[in-house]
């Protein structure tokens, strides 16, 4: 029977491959080289780095990892030795975009502005970016985007040069990897040329990694009043964040934009699937059972808006599922609590959880909330 060590904090995973398997769990930032001398697995999250300090010397021959992000896993270390692994594409991608959906829904709010009269720029289209690219068009809102990895795979197509998305956009998104090095390179993408390329009175939004923003350069951004405002999920240095940056951050929040439970179930099965593949374990199709959120069904008895602007009724719902503004307060009333904050993350549904009854279902706001995964 192999052996698996676990994060224990990964969701829905205990008592899934102890059939099968001996597996054990510890808290992924504490999992070292003594927990791991007998291990055939490994399955993480991105609190443990997986190098040679780690791995070295151990019979470990997989590692899966529930994440999208695998920066955490030395791969050149891995390939060199033998050490199969997989991370989890997309997983938590509908969760990024709900979190997004929330944010924009709060910034436009106080601008004061419309989603069709914002233009938003997306670095990094990817699995994530994607859906932001949908739910921005579903808005009505003006789109950029840029991918230089894409558009020499794809050509010039929609993509525009990075100079061109800043000076464009009102808000700009990240949701590029972390890469150390190379022609893609992102670490301190976001630097000082690129805050003062941006529009002034912009908004700079990082669900990405910490490190592709260089934190000085955007608090010089923010103090000389160029940008008019910040949302950061993720930060340098995490857990020790800077406290000015987390003060003039208008929404800030402990690493948790992928944290919904469907992307955490996600995460979880890709895991569970592929550890299964490799050691020919059977047990591939599982899926967690998820519970259904607090207010899944919302009623509308009257009529819902103003039929010319659905824009409020669409910013209430994008709340009703997630209230981004109380996660933020929890942070900035606690920064010392980062990690906490994310091990203890309140259970929070996607938009597909959610069912609307409205009394009018040809309601101009309908197809939209369709579009984005709201059942009827």
Known sequence: MIKIVADNKIPFLRGVLEQCARIVYFPGREISKEHIGDADALIVRTRTRCDKRLLGGTPVRYIATATIGFDHIDTGYCSANGIAWS????????????????????????????????????????????KIEKLARILGMRVLLNDPPRERAEGRGSFVPLEALL???????????????????TVHMADSGFFGRMRKGGWFINTARGEVMNSRALLEALRSGHLAGTVIDVWENEPVIDRELLDRAYIATPHIAGYSLDGKANGTAQSVRS????????????????PSPAGAVVRFDGDPGDPGQPDQLIKSLFMHTYDIMADSKRLKAAPERFEQLRDDYPPRREFHAYRLDFEDPADPASEKLRELGFRF
Not at 102 to 112: F, H, Q, T, W, Y
Not at 169 to 180: F, G
Request: hydrophobic residues 35%; negative net charge; glycine residues 16%.
């Open 167 to 185: 000076e464009g956009s009102d808000i700009v998104t990240m949701h590029v990897p972390l890469n150390r090095e190379g022609e893609d390179c």
């Open 275 to 290: 550890v299964s593949e490799f050691f020919k374990i059977g047990i591939g199709d599982w899926y967690p059972e998820i």
């Open 87 to 130: 991370n989890a594409p997309g997983c938590n991608s509908g969760s990024v975009m709900q979190y997004i959906a929330s944010a924009l829904a709060s910034v436009s709010d106080n601008d004061g502005r419309r989603f069709g009269d914002l233009t938003l720029g997306i670095v990094g289209v990817g699995h994530v970016g994607k």
